[in-house]
């Protein structure tokens, strides 16, 4: 493991802040773990969790602070490394461990009220998000910050596709794979699909840089069902990933 290019104190001087922020997740896990594990070892691991996602803030790269519009799903992305090692601690199988985590990526997002899934679905698909989502993609593309995201907004015709993004460098790439747990990280990137089944944002992906594509092809639709994060191996960006591959070692 090693240590970032550039360190900064913005995530860990947030953790509580964070850990507040994360507590439905918590909350589903308690629900969600007994199916895998014995109950009575549930709030240990919670516990642990906690804990292993403190000493992870640490590790997190200057990645722009409050201009960093994905923050949200990176500090989601380290809560879950930590339950992964939490875990696998305990032995528990890697497919339990991923069917656990999407099962609380699932529960979390299906159980917000109504009323706030309609409104996270309108600023989805808002001029406000869309212009927001312009601008951060136009400040990575400026490359700041070594170890961020490098996107690309895509404009959508409202037929086959509102609205995407193409990722050609992720931020939690970077990390898992400084970690040395890239190989969880497809099972990390599904949870975009958990979301977008409970805010009804049609989300479709043909390849991700998880899945040792060129790019994560990120597109929103707002009049069509999204696709479902399980089983993995049904998904194109899985389905894909050997293709996409050979496409660019081809050139």
């Known amino acids: 493991m090693t240590r970032p290019t550039v360190t900064t ?3 860990a001087d947030q953790k509580e802040k964070f850990l507040k922020d994360l ?9 969600v773990l007994p199916a895998h594990v014995e109950a009575d070892d549930v709030p240990g691991i919670l ?10 803030l640490v590790e997190l790269p200057d990645l722009g602070g409050d201009r960093n519009l994905f923050n949200s799903s990176i500090i989601a992305s380290v809560a879950a490394l930590a339950f992964i090692r939490a875990l696998e601690a305990r032995g528990v199988p890697s497919d ?9 990526y699932f529960d979390a997002y299906s159980s917000l009220p109504g009323f706030l899934k309609a409104a996270l679905r309108w600023y989805e698909f808002s001029g406000m998000h869309l212009r927001q989502l312009k601008a951060f993609a136009r400040w990575t593309q400026e490359r700041t910050c070594s170890e961020n995201y490098v996107l690309e907004f895509v404009s959508g015709d409202g037929a086959d596709f509102d609205f995407g ?11 898992y794979r400084r970690m040395q747990a890239a190989e969880h990280l497809p099972y990390v990137c599904i949870g975009d699909f ?7 944002t049609g989300l479709r992906r043909t390849t991700t840089l998880s899945n040792d594509a060129v790019r994560c092809d990120f597109r929103y639709g707002r009049n069509r069902e999204s696709l479902l994060g399980l089983p993995l191996e049904e998904l ?3 389905r ?7 496409e660019s070692v081809g050139g």
């Open 47 to 56: 516990e642990e969790t906690r804990q292993g996602f403190g000493h992870l």
């Open 240 to 246: 894909n990933r050997k293709v996409m591959t050979w």
């Open 9 to 11: 104190e913005y995530f």
């Open 165 to 175: 993004f193409d990722v050609s460098e992720c931020a939690v790439l970077h990390f």
């Open 194 to 200: 958990a979301a977008s089944c409970a805010l009804g």
């Open 23 to 31: 507590a439905p997740l918590f909350s589903s896990a308690r629900k």
């Open 236 to 238: 194109p960006e899985y």
């Open 96 to 104: 339990m461990i991923h069917g656990s985590l999407y099962g609380v």
